[in-house]
């Protein structure tokens, strides 16, 4: 299967902490800074949407595995940025390098794997 993904791709969403994305309101956790979980959604989405452009009609991915290490506190109202990487290819298998940090700080970081999936076959 040839794509148009290559080493190096990189992509970045900006976001700011609502309380809907706290520990607190997703029941892990009792306090109010980001969650773990919604940390990690967002680092998958990130790295969706990086090769998504480059995937034929009809074709996608799918998050496999995290190797995700949570750092530091972000609070409700706090911005912070996910960055992620494309570090390698194995035919459909992709892994990326993800981190998410506020201007002063890491939050969270590490690895996280993608497979190039067929959509309608998936479905079935």
């Known amino acids: 299967m040839d794509f148009e993904l290559k080493i190096g791709l990189k992509h970045s969403v900006e976001r700011v902490v609502e309380y809907k994305d706290t520990a607190a309101s997703f029941g892990s956790g009792l306090v109010e800074v980001l969650a773990t979980p919604v940390m990690i959604g967002v680092m998958e989405g990130t790295c969706a949407a990086c ?3 480059y995937l034929p009609e009809g074709h996608s991915t799918v998050g496999t595995h995290v190797n995700i ?16 990487e494309l570090i390698g290819i194995d035919r459909k298998k992709l892994t990326f390098c993800v981190k998410t940090s506020t201007e002063e ?3 969270g970081e590490g690895t996280h794997e993608r497979f190039i999936i067929d959509v309608s076959k998936f479905i079935k």
């Not at 290490?69 to 992620?84: D, F, K, L, P, Q």
């Open 69 to 84: 290490s949570h750092r530091a506190a972000v609070a409700i109202g706090g911005s912070y940025t996910t960055e992620c």
């Open 51 to 53: 090769v998504q452009p």
């Open 105 to 107: 700080k890491t939050i």
